[in-house]
């Protein structure tokens, strides 16, 4: 089946610097990578698309500079956070699209939990 | 459809009992219909699909409704089980294309009592 590996699992950063996650998925190549948040209780929310070799579209509201997203190759997007803040805290989950696996292949990550103090 | 800012609804059920959690979708262009299990900390887990060309299928212990009149989708669960506590969500996708984004509706957290 398809899956996704998303890394790390948990963070905690100082707030100012940046911190990036990886979403990897590992026996499909992915056509399109989504990013989610989510915070405590509340239902995910799109962040941006990204497709292999080129820019990410961004959802209303989204900084683009502060979200960096890249999507270098089928297999790997990650999204940096820069410059994090505390209201930045958050679930953030990939889903890769392209697998076998069920659900029209949007295969999720595990999830990373950002804690910034 | 996409909440913003707002707390999920509950819905707590004896173990043994029959469970419908309910999901109103925003866009009537949706063409299939997702419902996702979230159990805490955890990436949202696949439970059952549906096309828009269909009102309903069924799974194991699991079935969809759609009524694409309205804009409601339901997820029945049968015979609820503790392990089935956790949060549902359904999700849309439209977009046109075979990877459109796949948006969440509000949620809705389940507690089995044993």
């Known amino acids: 089946g398809a899956v996704v590996s998303q890394h790390p699992s948990w963070v905690i950063c100082k707030s100012g610097t940046s911190v990036k996650i990886e979403c990897r998925s590992l026996d499909f190549q992915a056509t399109t990578m989504f990013w989610y948040r989510q915070f405590p209780k509340q239902s995910l929310m799109l962040m941006a698309t990204s497709n292999e070799g080129s820019k990410a579209t961004y959802e209303q509201g989204v900084e683009k500079d502060k979200f960096l997203i890249n999507h270098a190759s089928l297999t790997l997007s990650t999204l940096t956070v820069t410059s994090a803040h505390p209201e930045d805290s958050s679930f953030y989950i990939c889903?890769?699209?392209?697998?076998?696996?069920?659900?029209?292949?949007?295969?999720f990550g595990s999830g990373t939990r950002l804690t910034v103090v | 459809g996409e909440s913003v800012g707002l707390h999920l609804p509950t819905l707590s059920v004896q173990e043994g009992d029959n469970s419908i959690i309910n999901c109103a979708y925003s866009?009537?262009?949706?063409?299939?219909f997702i419902w996702y299990k979230q159990e805490s900390g955890k990436g949202p887990q696949f439970i059952i699909d549906i096309r828009s060309n269909m009102d309903k299928r069924q799974g194991q212990r699991v079935t969809v409704l759609l009524n694409k009149t309205v804009k409601h989708l339901s997820l029945q669960i049968a015979a609820t089980q503790p392990g089935d506590s956790a949060v549902y969500f359904c999700?849309?996708?439209?977009?046109?294309?075979?990877?459109?984004?796949?948006?969440f509706g509000q949620g809705t957290i389940l507690t089995v009592h044993p």
């Open positions: 999700a849309e996708k439209y977009g046109g294309t075979s990877y459109g984004k796949l948006t």
């Open positions: 889903s890769a699209t392209g697998g076998l696996g069920q659900g029209y292949g949007y295969t």
């Open positions: 866009n009537s262009a949706s063409d299939y």
